[in-house]
């Protein structure tokens, strides 16, 4: 059982408005969360004192809410509160993440999901930002950008071209013709590289350490970049990477820096890569991850850096769920 929750204005207390905005939002959610009636157990609704033309429960049963227990209750007066506001509880069955509803001046009660929202995690290698971005976009429901991907793509580009990364001209010339999509299906992102799906693919680690050599020439992160901006101004994301809040997006409200021990992080990537059945050892993987963060800390091009207003949060001891709520708690914090 999940609770899913609304709240809309009325432009005055008639029983013609309260039935129009109570039906218009009650709809609204079955619509947005693809619920069928019989999912809904009950509804609790609410208004304002200074709406006294019809119950709101009243208004929904006459908008066709006459499968589930409706109940209305009256709100006490505080000072600030919105005027002419009705909201509502649904305890509903559903198993898929909820999408909650907030209409016309009630859109100011919840600022999280009433505009668009950035959320930049950053961090080295094997820190864990891109299993927490997941989880938190899982959890906010919105997207979780992998712009990890996108250059690891890009690498793969040059590689399946045959051409000679440390060629500055020859990069070039594949990034000016990339065909590179980012599409989200069942939550997930899939990332397609001339019309064909390379998310499995790019997670090798020899795309892994050539992605941050390619990454290093400004005209591949200028291209990444723009397209990164573009989407995270059009809908609310979670961007996970290496400079996303000291490049990508530096005004982004919601900054965080993951960290881990070098030995930590190495011990994690071995224990994955066993499952993988890959046969690299934990000290040539420690090996790698220090080189990476070496190439990543030091290079010309946006290296990695910690902005200064990002929360650190050390995972080395922290288990996946500890992290995510600590950031979830950090959000809160600032709606």
């Given at each position: 059982m999940k609770a899913i929750r609304g709240a809309t204005t009325l432009v005055s207390d008639t029983a013609e408005e309260v039935r129009k905005k109570v039906g218009e939002m009650l709809l609204q959610i079955v619509s947005e969360n693809k619920l069928n009636m019989s999912d809904i157990i009950c509804i609790m609704l609410s208004s304002t004192s200074d709406i006294h033309s019809i119950y709101p429960a009243k208004a929904a049963r006459e908008a066709g809410f006459s499968s589930c227990p409706l109940y209305s209750s009256l709100e006490p007066d505080m000072d600030g509160s919105l005027a002419l506001c009705v909201?509502?509880?649904?305890?509903?069955?559903?198993?898929k993440p909820v999408k909650h509803v907030y209409l016309h001046k009630a859109k100011a009660l919840r600022k999280d999901i009433a505009s668009v929202i950035n959320i930049a995690i950053d961090g080295p290698a094997g820190s864990g930002k891109s299993t927490v971005a997941a989880i938190i976009a899982e959890k906010l429901d919105i997207l979780s950008l992998d712009t990890g991907a996108m250059y690891r793509a890009t690498a793969l580009k040059c590689l399946k071209s045959?051409?000679?990364?440390?060629?500055?001209?020859?990069?070039?010339?594949?990034?000016?013709?990339?065909?590179l999509r980012v599409e989200y299906k069942d939550g997930k992102q899939l990332t397609l590289l001339d019309g064909e799906d390379v998310s499995g693919e790019i997670r090798t680690p020899q795309i892994s350490m050539l992605s941050s050599y390619v990454s290093s020439y400004p005209?591949?992160?200028?291209?990444?970049v723009q397209i990164q901006?573009?989407?995270?101004?059009?809908?609310?994301?979670?961007?996970?990477?290496r400079d996303i809040g000291t490049n990508v997006l530096p005004d982004c409200p919601f900054k965080f820096y993951l960290t881990a021990t070098p030995e930590v992080r190495a011990e994690r990537r071995f224990e994955q890569d066993k499952?993988?059945?890959?046969?690299?050892?934990?000290?040539?993987i420690l090996e790698e991850i220090n080189e990476r963060d070496k190439q990543d800390k030091n290079r010309a091009v946006a290296p990695l850096k910690c902005a200064a207003d990002a929360t650190v949060i050390d995972t080395s001891y922290m288990t996946i769920e500890e992290v995510v709520a600590q950031i979830l708690a950090k959000i809160q914090e600032k709606i």
């Open positions: 909201r509502a509880m649904l305890l509903v069955e559903t198993d045959g051409i000679d990364y440390a060629e500055k001209d020859q990069v070039k010339h594949a990034v000016e013709n990339i065909n005209f591949v992160r200028d291209k990444m901006r573009r989407i995270a101004s059009e809908v609310s994301c979670v961007l996970d990477g499952i993988k059945g890959t046969s690299q050892t934990y000290e040539q």
